[in-house]
């Protein structure tokens, strides 16, 4: 599957490389989630593979419990590596938000994710992320969102590209994530992707995160 096949090779470059503030973004998140949840919530993550916002939540939570779902079983078996033995409050589901358990969850996270999807089905995800989420539980969606008119589109690309080889990333792949991420992801602009978040059910949508080519929202079930 593409967008699959387009995840991996860049999650094996590093994920901190290509988006700014990474480790920050995770803590931010847990700060965000424990506003509102008990501490011995019950967390979905979709789009888990790779299991670094796993780890992070888990470490910094450690009474959480967590469903991690994904589509691709080399990006879960990584997560299982990644995880040690935080994997222990981890289950580990292949598939899509209609293979995760129905809930109620106390919290749900789809960081670097939702962009793999076009908007009509960015929306049913969420609404169906909504749909397991127990009333008033949070919910943090972080992914690609920027300006998309032509006149800006190339500009922010290009300071996706130059903020990977600055950390350290191979040039020529970052600029092969640069066309990837211009070719194969469904990009809106942040202002459509807080209007999908609310038509998909969640309320009081707040952004909390905004770093070059990617934005994070706050909204609540
Ligand atoms: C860039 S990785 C991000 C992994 C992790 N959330 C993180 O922040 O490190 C994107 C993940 O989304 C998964 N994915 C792609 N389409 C998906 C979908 N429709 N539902 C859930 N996960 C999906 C991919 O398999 C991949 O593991």
Known sequence: MLRDAAARPWYAEGPPRFVPGYADLHRMTRILLAEWTAPDAQVLVLGAGGGLELK???????????????????????AERTLGPSSARVQLQQGYIDDAPDGPFDAATCLLTLHFLDADERRRTAREIHR????GAPFVAAHSSFPQADSDRGRWLSRYAAYAIASGADPEKANT?????????????????????????????EMFYAAFTWRGWIGYA
């Open 132 to 135: 397991r989420l127990k009333p």
């Open 56 to 78: 992070a939540l888990a470490e910094a939570e450690p009474h959480w419990r967590f469903v991690g779902v994904d589509p691709a079983a080399a990006m879960l078996e990584l």
């Open 177 to 205: 994530a640069r066309a990837a991420v211009d070719a194969n992801l469904s990009l809106l602009t942040p202002e459509q992707d807080a209007r999908i978040l609310s038509e998909a059910g969640f309320r009081d949508v």
